[in-house]
């Protein structure tokens, strides 16, 4: 699991690194088997974030198209990987690492369904939300 740390104390390249951990981790691994958070428990809470909440209200109830766009182009299976092993190794020394490298090193592993939410997301970003309405995965 990836601790929570203070920010004041940890590099900007780390906490980028770490954040692009967790952000691929939620696209990688389904609720239960994700790395970096514990699962979610009635009791306890948990689980990783859904990558589509949004809850805004100077705009539209949806993601801004020009970032919807910008993450077409930049969710490929060549480019999270190339920020998997970048981040990985920015992080070596660090507590994350060792997390860093299990999820760089599981790609091939979850190829199926990385590539299916790499397309699905914008999909699910471009969606207008209701307030109570529930977006999930389909893989």
């Not at 970096?36 to 990558?51: K, R």
Request: overall charge negative; aromatic content about 10%.
């Amino acid at each position: 699991m990836i601790r929570c740390q203070s920010l004041i104390m940890v590099s900007p390249i780390t906490t980028r690194s770490i954040a692009a951990i967790q952000y691929i981790s939620c696209l990688m691994y389904t609720e239960y088997k994700n790395p970096v958070f514990a699962p979610w428990t009635g009791d306890h809470g948990g689980g990783p974030p859904s990558l589509w909440d949004f809850e805004g209200h100077l705009y539209e109830n949806r993601w801004l198209q020009p970032n919807v766009d910008f993450l077409k182009g930049a969710l490929t299976i060549q480019r999270v990987s190339d920020v998997v092993t970048r981040a990985a190794e920015r992080l070596v020394g660090q507590f994350e690492y060792d997390t860093a490298v299990e999820i760089r090193d599981h790609i091939p592993l979850c190829i199926e369904t990385l590539k299916s939410r790499c397309i699905e997301l914008p999909k699910l970003l471009e969606k207008y939300q209701k307030a109570g309405e529930l977006l999930d995965w389909s893989r």
